[in-house]
């Protein structure tokens, strides 16, 4: 369901994203690309200040060699899910929040790798502070959903609602890598 919002932009999108998350070995980055919608995007995250209960971040994305800009406040339901309100930003605007960035984070840098697998969007994040290990996510219809893993995929942990494994928690302490 998509509503528009007056208070962020004409254009911002409202949604409820319920997503599963797991840190995973590190795949061959040429078994990812052999999948269906493969892409893969460099992305830096800044996190700012916001209301108590809520997470905002703006986010550059390059893409093709197409760089694009968003501003995103997330409102968390449970730990499975939140309700997520996007907009389009100008890189401008992008520069200028950035000055805002919320003390004590660092902002976040990684490429994200995306393919589809039996129905499933999968997003890999792979980091520099990581050798051999990345976050995986996907991103559920239904709380009920089971989710399928390629084979080529070994979870290290379900890192499910924990703080420490989100970006913004990441962005205050950048965990050391689980083997």
Partial sequence: MVKRTKKMSEKAKIGVEIE??????????SKLSA???YTESRILQIYLPCDRGQTRRI?????????????????????MSST???????NAEFNSLADSILEGTRPIAKTRY???????????????????????ETELDSRERTV??????????????D??????????????EQL
């Fill in 35 to 37: 999948e269906d919608g």
């Fill in 20 to 29: 599963k998350k797991y840190i995973i070995k590190m795949p061959a980055i």
């Fill in 59 to 79: 986010r550059s994305r390059e893409q093709s060699g197409v760089t694009t800009y968003t501003e995103t406040r997330k409102i968390r339901i449970d730990e």
């Fill in 84 to 90: 997520e309100i996007e907009r389009e930003i100008s």
């Fill in 163 to 176: 703080k420490s494994y989100s970006n913004r928690g990441m962005s205050h302490i950048f965990p050391k």
């Fill in 148 to 161: 399928e893993f390629p084979d080529f995929i070994e979870i290290v942990k379900d890192v499910t609602g």
């Fill in 114 to 136: 995306t393919f589809i697998y039996k129905n499933q969007l999968f997003e890999i994040d792979v980091y520099p502070e990581w050798e051999h290990t990345a976050i995986m």
